[in-house]
């Protein structure tokens, strides 16, 4: 049973478009992170959200924290060829840096 | 200001072989954690260690896995007597707590290949 179910698993778009990623959850998380992994190199940190409905902006992309802290959102305007990667939610449970991943959205941005 | 140091960053054993992957966190970081992830999966969490404890090994195998982090030098994952199916990337974590919510930091991972 996977904790945190992520959606969707593959994604090809077009450079220019809009295309939102999903993480759902049964259980409330006490803080909701957001990864990005290149083949052959480890999850790079992007964000981190902690308040119920918070949002927070980095750049083109934008995260939302669900009201309940169950689930959240990952939101890229205008994609480029350079946001082409692995893209991992994870969720913090209060213990400590112990995070539970989903299962990871793989993002190809063509030309 | 030197991240999260994995190394090797490849490793190729032979079935029954011992594989050992080290892993140096950040500088002032006290708290270690270990994550496994099989081809086209997410990371799975193996163990969470600080500085002599192991806080939590609820996702380490029972058996030929073992992870120590010492006072001094890096922490250690060891695979013993290794089988084709421990084939994986392995990465480790750092963090300077374990307070809540508090952020790690990610490795480049060791990429073990059993033959």
């Known amino acids: 049973t996977q904790l945190l179910e992520q959606s969707p698993q593959f994604l090809s778009i077009q450079e220019g478009e809009n295309l939102t990623v999903y993480c759902n959850s049964s259980?409330?998380?006490?803080?909701l992170q957001w990864y990005r992994q290149e083949p052959g190199e480890g999850p790079v940190l992007l964000v981190t959200v902690v308040t119920g409905g918070e949002v927070k902006k980095l750049k083109r992309l934008t995260f939302q924290f669900g009201d309940a802290r169950k689930d959240s959102s990952l939101h890229i305007t205008a994609a480029q060829p350079g946001d082409t990667g692995l893209y991992l939610c994870?969720?913090?449970?209060?213990?400590?840096?112990?995070?539970?991943f989903g299962q990871g959205t793989e993002l190809s941005v063509k030309p | 200001n030197a991240g999260v140091m994995q190394n090797p960053r490849h490793l190729v054993r032979r079935r029954g072989q011992e594989a050992r992957l080290r892993c140096s966190p950040m500088?002032?970081?006290?708290?270690v954690y270990w994550y496994r992830q099989l081809p086209e999966e997410g990371l799975k969490f193996m163990v969470y260690?600080?500085?002599?404890?192991?806080?939590?090994e609820s996702g380490m195998p029972k058996e030929r896995f073992s992870a120590e982090f010492p006072k001094e030098g890096p922490s250690i994952l060891r695979i013993q007597q290794v089988v084709r199916g421990d084939s994986a990337a392995y990465f480790c974590?750092?963090?300077?707590?374990?307070?809540?919510?508090?952020?790690?930091?990610f490795g480049q991972g060791t990429r073990l290949t059993v033959v």
């Open positions: 974590a750092s963090s300077p707590s374990g307070v809540m919510n508090t952020e790690a930091f």
């Open positions: 259980s409330v998380f006490s803080s």
């Open positions: 994870a969720g913090n449970r209060n213990q400590g840096g112990k995070l539970i």
């Open positions: 260690l600080q500085k002599e404890n192991i806080i939590d």
């Open positions: 500088k002032g970081h006290s708290h």
